[in-house]
């Protein structure tokens, strides 16, 4: 077996196409960015990526049928501009070489379509909860940072300072050195706690306006909304068992 | 050394086989039910799989013979019907790697004999001792859950929760993206604690509906029967030291 | 980089020889009895096995040599009898894969020299000092078994219950299925705590029959005793600590 | 994708020339060591090593720019004498198979260049502050050592005990074994507590020495004794809690 399979469903052509790739990650933001984005665009399915650096899993829906972890990449045209690819996926490389072969082979592929750029969508964990999360970045090229920052993303020094692990990272330094291409992630400030639908939107709103597309932030907004809602009832609960009053832990927590 | 290596005993001409494969894993379901299923029906060695993502280790027999771990493959012709296969063995593959490996390799083999359909059997661990064990199923094309149903499998929604983990979930996921095969997964339902004849009992109830052939449940039906008698002994004798006197855990263990 | 390199020293014309392999393991036993096999029979070098299977190790000796972690492969000849050929070494592959890689990669080599039969020699752990250590055995093939009951060797109902894992397990496994060579293991009870002279003492001496070579025995002998007298004195000291007066500990440590 | 991939900038005729390789290991000395010796000897980059064999990672600058993980291979010419390569980076390979893999290929690489000697530098962790840092040794051949000797290097019997683990051992035992290059180790005393430039120091001054380089220690020295005034002051600080007075924990931590 082959470690890394690609099954092509479309080969369309494409006009200096960007990648945008959120895989399963920290407070998953990276993961329901990009799902969302797919979605919203009503983006096309491209290729289907099994392979044995993913979980040995099945997943079973309501009605019982399997559906085997995978990748799945996206495109849709933009005319006019430069199109839109969407790498999402059940889960990244679950080792290390996995993480290599793995964004090696999606850079590959998508190299035969004049891939442009890269922007890997990922969480920045802080630890506790956060109203306004700040979106993190960092670029394979000095020259994507002042779209970056007239965007709204922020460069705070020394951070993130482990720097950037995993699928999210790996793609974007293969993709500048072997490939010679541009890239940058974006990072949500989130939790870490859980799925962080907040975090992914405001990662959202940045893609978009360094993309120039528009997204449709109804439903995630909604989502937001109902999460706020359930974590500020738990928080409200913990402090009136710590103070006997309600308050707001967000910052202290 | 080839990662797998495949040893050949026969290449008989097979009508539509249907695989059925059970393997060690939760309660010792699968590989219960499979190798009494070989026993019963008298099916004959096909092939054997040695390989590297198996442990290595050689069994040692009460007269002192060395049995080099492995899987095997037994067929059994039935005039007039699907033939049957079943994939049976001492361990699967040790790493998520050797789990779609080995899984792709049985399965590339058995394509050459035009597989029709694949059946994998397992256990679904709920903690506790079960009087009646349900069935649980899982397929890879919608056309199989009704004869499923017909047949007694239950399809509660949101179980298994975390989907099929190892083989009996990969060689499913591998069947229907690589092969187009069609398969489906049976779990039988055990406290997940020992090895679990009736679990695999009622699994083979089901499985020789499915495949309609006759199954002799006399010999499992025995040790089932000698295990309820030693499980509900220790049951006793938990309770009296906890109580004072005895009472049924099965449902509060 | 080859996973397995092998250095060949000399291509000596060999009569049905028979492999005696002894790596570190339980007691060390099979790396202290293949090693003093070497030693007292003047067996001369035939080729030298590196791997990344092995420790990324160098040892460095009293004078400041580095010599680097690896397998040996020694042979002697023995005019009108079979030929010997011995495999020592500072470690077995370190994973699964490579005890798997590295056996066959012997054995594939031994192969071109119409290798006749494996032995391997390794501990039976039994968690306390002996004073009689048994050889248990186990074979490939129920032929070998008569001369090995014959020479002392004894196969308790049983035991060793887990089987034998390991190189000198899948060494045996593979000789059989794969190449079509039996094989015997030799297996010297050991407490398990310390390297263990005595234990790989008595393996050689029941090689020494099942060979019909004369082994040396003068040295082993000595270190068993000194190390007989440390251990002995250990186990006064903890005894005279425990019941203030000193006593043999050996059957009830 | 290749495990290896090795992004060659220069192609320099050298003579003779000497390897130097210091990674990330034991309180840093061989990283501290090599790279200080890249920076005040100008070496100028001659190829970039990226591999699966590194962390999954890349590192943000304070610009905000990604740096993906790798090795970095330096030269520099001394005409009439031996020229100079380093071998430096952000980290060895991190499995068993990658410290083997990620040395042969630097060494099938140098060897092109008729590789003469490979020094590998390293620290020989002691558990506690020391304030005059021996330089342990260990080279392949014989004729290495007394050069050694005469440059400060110390041979202490028994020590290193475990031999060398990591680069620095398997990068000699291959270049011996497999290239047939000689080779040594310089292993400067640490606490292993924290990276250490003190031992770095004490290592390049002894490589200058069998080098026969100037190398410039005003800086590395300036570090030393900052860190030096950090250390001394912390252990103050835990003197004065213990004792209720300064003193020196040096040689009793």
Chains 1, 2, 3, 4 share one sequence.
């Not at 849709?76 to 969407?86: M, S, Y």
């Not at 802080?126 to 020259?143: C, H, Q, S, W």
């Not at 870490?192 to 639908?197: N, R, T, V």
């Amino acid at each position: 077996m082959e470690k890394i399979l690609i099954k092509s469903y479309k080969k369309p052509r494409l006009n200096s196409p960007v990648l945008v790739g959120g895989l399963p990650g920290i407070g998953n933001i990276g993961k329901i960015a990009a799902d969302y984005l797919v979605e919203k665009l009503k983006m096309q399915k491209m290729a289907e990526i099994f392979s044995q650096f993913l979980p040995p899993q099945v997943f079973v829906s309501e009605g019982g049928i399997t559906y085997l972890v995978r990748n799945t990449i996206y495109y849709r045209k933009f005319p006019g501009k430069r199109d839109l690819i969407a790498l999402v996926g059940d889960s990244q490389g679950t080792t290390q070489e996995g993480q290599y072969e793995m964004s090696f082979s999606v850079l590959d592929l998508l190299a035969q379509y004049k891939l442009d750029t890269v922007f890997t969508l990922g969480g920045y964990s802080i630890g506790k909860i956060v109203e306004n999360p700040r979106i993190l970045g960092a670029a394979t090229d000095a020259d994507m940072l002042k779209d970056m920052k007239d965007a709204g993303v922020v460069f705070p020094r020394g951070e993130p300072g482990g720097g950037i692990v995993g699928s999210a990272g790996v793609m974007l330094g293969l993709a500048k050195e072997l490939f010679g291409i541009r890239g940058a992630c974006l990072m949500g400030e989130t939790s870490g706690y859980f799925a962080d639908p907040k975090g992914a939107m405001e990662v959202l709103k940045i893609l978009s306006k360094l993309l120039d597309i528009p997204i449709d932030m109804t439903d995630i907004e909604e989502r937001t909304h109902q999460l706020e809602q359930i974590t500020g009832k738990m928080q409200e609960d913990i402090q009136s068992k710590i103070t006997g009053k309600p308050e707001d832990l967000g910052y202290f927590g």
